[in-house]
């Protein structure tokens, strides 16, 4: 039987395979509340051993991109609910990716009076797709004084509680991508003169805080974190490869002490071997890789041994059924990209299936 299909056990995680569905932003949540439509397609692929869901917004000022989902009042809450519940009738383990947007935003997707924040007054390239208005420019992001950094993780902490109420098994901390965490990472996103910016251990004080406070409010056990090593997006630029190896050596011990579930590791061609190396002799739970795996791919990862287990995302956001599909040797579907923003059911819960 393949590895990935097994099994797999660790101290915090207990899952019925080595299959892990990667977050991806879908954008249907209209008005910022999870939905049955969420639910249906949640549920549709629970054959996962865990599902890592979309980024969600741990408070209004987070709420980037249109219709992403939030975990802040009590409406998305019971809307999560519908989502955890289904999900759990197949024995799939369901965590919640908090994803704070910072920079990468436009006010025209923020509820009225909420503004853009970052770690600094530096906008982000390019543009943001908004509803109302099109496509727009980044603004300058309104940069977090000291206090509003300890107010930003008190949002983290009550998301985090407010996961663990709609009946998640634990919270994603997205320190990827170019977010609000990985905006404090970078130095040419972060001009701080404070604690939080400078040397390697300020710019990375602020996730290693958010970290620390939401393992001591839900459980070390319930608490896993995303990172992306040497990634461009969001605008963020690489930097000295030498500093952000000390970087990601740094965050890997310092999650280490903290005692989170795991590391999630976006995978990209510019990661040092080095690094990712580093990064497995730092942490000692689980390590998740992700980024265009196929089940060849995946078994030959696992048996390496660097990785505990895979995160597959385009795939199972096309083949609903995908545990299946690797079970049998069958053909996958093709992603379709022109609805994978798009606010309804097509291209997202009508993917066809082989097996019922």
């Given at each position: 039987m393949k590895k990935l299909l097994m099994p797999y056990n660790s101290k915090a995680l207990n899952l019925k395979n080595h299959l892990v569905m990667a977050p991806m932003t879908r954008s249907r949540a209209i008005g910022n509340i999870p939905n049955a439509l969420m639910a249906e397609y949640y549920s549709q692929r629970r054959g996962a051993g865990l599902i890592i869901t979309e980024g969600t917004a741990p408070a209004p000022e987070g709420l980037?991109?249109?219709?992403?989902?939030?975990?802040?009042?009590?409406?998305?809450?019971?809307?999560?609910?519908?989502?955890?519940?289904?999900?759990?009738?197949?024995?799939?383990?369901?965590?919640?990716?908090?994803?704070?947007?910072?920079?990468?935003?436009?006010?025209?997707?923020?509820?009225?009076?909420?503004?853009?924040?970052?770690?600094?007054?530096?906008?982000?390239?390019?543009?943001?797709?908004?509803?109302?208005?099109?496509?727009?420019?980044?603004?300058?992001?309104?940069?977090?004084?000291?206090?509003g950094i300890q107010e930003v993780i008190k949002q983290y902490v009550i998301a985090a509680q407010n996961a663990i109420t709609a009946g998640f098994d634990g919270v994603e901390l997205h320190a990827a991508n170019g977010y609000l965490i990985e905006q404090f990472l970078n130095p040419n996103v972060n001009d701080r003169t404070d604690i939080y910016g400078g040397n390697v251990e300020n710019r990375a004080r602020f996730g290693i805080e958010v970290a620390e406070q939401v393992a001591d409010a839900i459980g070390k056990d319930k608490v896993g974190v995303r990172i992306s090593p040497n990634s461009t997006l969001g605008d963020l630029q690489?930097?000295?490869?030498?500093?952000?190896?000390?970087?990601?050596?740094?965050?890997?011990?310092?999650?280490?002490?903290?005692?989170?579930?795991?590391?999630?590791?976006?995978?990209?061609?510019?990661?040092?071997?080095?690094?990712?190396?580093?990064?497995?002799?730092?942490?000692?739970?689980?390590?998740?890789?992700?980024?265009?795996?196929?089940?060849?791919?995946?078994?030959?990862?696992?048996?390496?041994?660097?990785?505990?287990?895979?995160?597959?995302?385009?795939?199972?956001?096309?083949?609903?059924?995908?545990?299946?599909?690797?079970?049998?040797?069958?053909?996958?579907?093709?992603?379709?990209?022109?609805?994978?923003?798009?606010?309804?059911?097509?291209?997202?819960?009508?993917?066809?299936?082989?097996?019922?």
């Open positions: 980037g991109y249109a219709r992403i989902p939030g975990i802040f009042s009590n409406e998305q809450i019971e809307g999560w609910k519908l989502v955890t519940e289904a999900v759990h009738r197949n024995n799939t383990k369901i965590f919640l990716q908090l994803m704070h947007t910072g920079r990468i935003a436009h006010q025209a997707n923020l509820p009225e009076g909420v503004h853009v924040i970052g770690a600094s007054a530096i906008p982000a390239a390019g543009q943001m797709h908004t509803d109302n208005v099109g496509m727009q420019d980044h603004p300058v992001p309104k940069a977090l004084t000291t206090q690489a930097y000295d490869a030498d500093t952000t190896e000390e970087t990601y050596i740094h965050l890997s011990r310092e999650f280490n002490r903290i005692g989170l579930a795991y590391i999630h590791v976006s995978l990209s061609p510019q990661l040092p071997a080095q690094t990712l190396s580093a990064i497995r002799t730092e942490f000692e739970n689980t390590l998740i890789y992700c980024n265009a795996f196929n089940a060849e791919k995946a078994e030959a990862e696992l048996d390496k041994r660097d990785a505990d287990l895979i995160a597959f995302g385009r795939n199972f956001l096309a083949n609903p059924d995908l545990v299946q599909r690797i079970q049998h040797g069958s053909a996958l579907n093709a992603v379709d990209f022109t609805t994978l923003y798009t606010p309804d059911y097509k291209g997202y819960t009508d993917y066809p299936t082989l097996f019922n």
